[in-house]
Each structure stands twice: as structure tokens, then as C-alpha cells.
């Protein structure tokens, strides 16, 4: 079987066997698929889609490449969050904790900034100090005294997912459903979960920009995990504009710090407590989700997730006191303003142009060996519906090389509509996939 005809195949729409997707995981994971093939077959795939038995295929091979982690032994129900990625979406980093300070098992393993997405990784790596390549039995020990505990994907678990989802991010390949579903769900399949909660975006700011393929994502998500006898849920969120106020990681770090203190931005404690009752109610914790919405509402104001969040900092290395003292994080050492050229109501905000803004000043990644820069990023000052004045501040940008800040800049201010009369409001969280 040679590479270049399962990439002919592919690309002319043909239905590929397991043993074909296995070979080609394992040798790409290995090492014997250079990446010029590698990206030719996530570009057949983009363009000619998977079934359902390829995208099974796919998840499993991409499972297989690593160990699969087993907590049976730690009492409690185990439950991950995961968002398919958006801009500003730092939930995982206020759903996660809420959940475990209520008693649920949270074993979270993230990605890293995507496109003109953000990654958790990259965010929690903002914090001096926090490590995110715990070994496997450093996971389950700190699952079993927090609680939670945060890692990423390594050369232990789902290292096929790795290199794909960093070529895929430098080769336009990203916004595939059945890329994105196996990338997602064979990570989870790893790390011994028995209940996930999904976070599918939908808008301008997300890889899914029509909700009917946000709910073909999710079904497609939904069915792998049932195949593999999990429990998953998934909402079906709108990212038209980005989610709270910051965006770029040390910010979003802020930003996640105020918001389990009960001071954060409406729109991000509204998905953030939706996502936090159904891992509560997947996890058993609650008998109803309303019951499950109580008590996330209840770990809120108490502070528990905020104590949970330091607890978790601490343990993993961090250094915790950043979520009260914000200069301990990498700040930025420029700022731009961009100012409104009218009065008026912020009708829009195209979550995707704040998010290639940010990557542009370095919050991002250009190729895949690109390293990010914490400090740097956006906030916003006004976020739809809201009334401007004509030079009113609508965003300040944050960086620390003024390199391409002209460019960013300009890709801002298209960000925004100004309009004379104010939008419609409409609810974040569209539907439930279940
Ligand atoms: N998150 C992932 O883990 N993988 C994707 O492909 C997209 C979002």
C-alpha cells in the first residue's frame, strides 16, 4: 500500500478501509510519512470528508498511537470539558474547577492555539512556572488529591493527535468535521473519562460557521462517544463576537480569575456555568441539571472554583498568587487604541479578525515551531449591542514588538460594525446535542 494512492483515493472521494487510516497514522505518528504527504492526505480529507466508519477508524488509530490511561481506581466520576476552539474562549479554565470544587473527577487534557483560536495550554503556560507535561502517574496522582488536573497531549498519550493538529494548523486544514471530531474525541478516549461535555462554536469566530455543520459536529462527536460507551453532551455555543472581553493568554488568565471571583463578564459566566452544571450532572453529583445549575451557581459565589483553580496552580507548579496579583504575569509593554470612527451601537465584532489580530502580534502560531507570546493580545472595550461615541475606545491592543501591530490594527478596526440602531439580543447557547 503506498501513501500516494491512499492520498489518490482520498481525494477522489473513495471510502478508505481501517487497515488503510491505521497505516497511515502509524506511520505518519512514526515517522515514515514525510509531511508534504502527510498535509496532501488532511487536504483529500478536507475536501472529501469521512464517513462515519473512517472517522471511527480514524479516532481509534489516533487512540492506539499512545497509552490509554486508566482511572478506575480513583473513586469519583470522571468528566472532561473540551471546546472545539473559539477566540477569548477561556471556560475550560472556569467550568473545570467550579466542577471539581463539586466533587466531580476532572481529568482535562487541552490543546494549544489553533488557527486564529486560543489553546488552554498556552494559556495556563502563561502562569510562571506551571507545568503542563505531567507523566501519567503525576496525572493520576493529582487527579486523585485535587481532584483535577490539567495536561496536554505528549509522547505518552495521543501523540498522533499532536503532530497532526500542529501540521494541520500550518496546512489550512483545520476546519474539517471529521479532523477536528477524531482530533478531539481521541484524545479524550485516552485519558479514562466516563462523561464529556462539548463546547461546539458556531460564528464568524469558530471553525464552524453555519450551525447545521456546528450540529453535524457535534452529532459526529456525540456518536463516537457513545460507540466507545461514554457519556457526552454538547452544546452548541455562538462565537460570532469573542467570548468576554480578553483575548490573548496571560489576559484571558486575568480574565478567568476575575470571573470565578463572580466578576466576570456576563456572556463568560452564562456558557461557563451551563458547561460547569452538566459536568456536575454527568458526573452524578446532581440528580437533575437544574439541580446541577444550583450547585454551580452556589461554587460560584462561595469562591470555591477560584480556591480550586489556586489549588490546581500550586500543584502543577504554578505560581498561584497571579490570579490575584496580575503583574506576575508576562505583561505586554505597548498599547494601541483603536477608536471608533462614529457614533453609534456595535452591531458586530468578527470574533475570527480579533483572533488573527492577536496570533499576528504573536498570540498565535505562523508555523508550527513558533513560539507564543503570553504577554501579548486584546481587550475589548465595548462588546455588542453597546452604545460608542464617534473616538470612543473600542479595543486596546497589547504587545511587546511592534513588528506587525500597523497590520493587526487594521484587521481590528474591520473587526467592528458601528451601526445606528442596536442588534438583536440573542441567547450563546443555540442547542443541546445529546
Ligand atoms: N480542538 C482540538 O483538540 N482539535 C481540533 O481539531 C480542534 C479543536
Known amino acids: 500500500m503506498r501513501i500516494v494512492d491512499l ?21 505518519y505518528t512514526g515517522g515514515e510519512i514525510p509531511d508534504y504527504q502527510a498535509s496532501a492526505f488532511l487536504m483529500a480529507v478536507y475536501f472529501s470528508g469521512m464517513s462515519d466508519h473512517e472517522v471511527d477508524a480514524l479516532t481509534r488509530s489516533m487512540l492506539a498511537s499512545g497509552a490509554t490511561i486508566d482511572l478506575s481506581d480513583i473513586p469519583g466520576v470522571k468528566v472532561d470539558k473540551h471546546s472545539t476552539g473559539g477566540v477569548g474562549d477561556k471556560t475550560s479554565l472556569i467550568a473545570a474547577p467550579i466542577a471539581a470544587s463539586a466533587g466531580v473527577v476532572v481529568p482535562m487534557m487541552s490543546g494549544r492555539a489553533l488557527g486564529h483560536t486560543g489553546g488552554t495550554l498556552d494559556k495556563l503556560e502563561s502562569i510562571p512556572g506551571f507545568r503542563t507535561d505531567l507523566s501519567i502517574e503525576e496525572f493520576r496522582g ?22 497532526l493538529y500542529a501540521l494541520r494548523d500550518v496546512t489550512a486544514t483545520v476546519e474539517s468535521i471529521p479532523l ?15 462523561a464529556l ?18 450540529r453535524r459536529l457535534a452529532q459526529m462527536m456525540v456518536g463516537i462517544g457513545r460507540r466507545a460507551d461514554k457519556r457526552v453532551q454538547a452544546l452548541i455555543t455562538s462565537m460570532n463576537q469573542p467570548l468576554g472581553y480578553a483575548v490573548g493568554n496571560a489576559l484571558e488568565v486575568m480574565e478567568v480569575s476575575q470571573t470565578l471571583q463572580n466578576a466576570g463578564p456576563q456572556d463568560l459566566t452564562r456558557v461557563s456555568l451551563e458547561l460547569a452544571a452538566r459536568m456536575i450532572y454527568l458526573g452524578k453529583v446532581a440528580a437533575t441539571l437544574e439541580e446541577a445549575r444550583e450547585i454551580a451557581q452556589r461554587k460560584l459565589l462561595e469562591g470555591a472554583g477560584y480556591l480550586k483553580l489556586k489549588e490546581v496552580i500550586t500543584a502543577q507548579g504554578g505560581n498561584a498568587q497571579v490570579l490575584d496579583r496580575f503583574e506576575l504575569l508576562p505583561n505586554a509593554t505597548g498599547v494601541r487604541e483603536i477608536l471608533s470612527p462614529r457614533a453609534g451601537f456595535v452591531s458586530a465584532i468578527d470574533a475570527a479578525y480579533v483572533g488573527q489580530a492577536a496570533a ?21 472595550e465595548v462588546k455588542t449591542g453597546h452604545r460608542v461615541d464617534s473616538g470612543g475606545v473600542l479595543c486596546r491592543l497589547y504587545y511587546t514588538n511592534e513588528a506587525n501591530v500597523d497590520e493587526a490594527a487594521d484587521l481590528i478596526e474591520d473587526a467592528f460594525r458601528i451601526s445606528a440602531n442596536a442588534p438583536e439580543e440573542r441567547d450563546l447557547i443555540l442547542e443541546v446535542v445529546s
Open 360 to 380: 499576528m502580534i504573536g498570540g498565535g502560531r505562523a508555523t508550527k515551531d513558533d513560539t507564543i507570546d503570553p504577554a501579548v493580545g486584546v481587550i475589548l
Open 142 to 163: 493529582q487527579l486523585a488529591s485535587a481532584g483535577m488536573a490539567f495536561i496536554g497531549q505528549s509522547a505518552e498519550v495521543a501523540p498522533a493527535d499532536g503532530k
Open 197 to 214: 461535555v462539548l463546547d461546539v462554536k458556531v460564528g464568524s469566530g469558530a471553525f464552524m460557521k453555519r450551525q447545521v455543520e456546528a
Open 180 to 194: 477536528i471530531a477524531s482530533s478531539i474525541m481521541s484524545k479524550k478516549l485516552a485519558e479514562g473519562i466516563d
Open 7 to 27: 492520498i489518490q483515493r482520498k481525494r477522489d472521494g473513495e471510502e478508505l478501509t481501517p487497515e488503510e487510516i491505521a497505516r497511515f497514522v502509524e506511520d
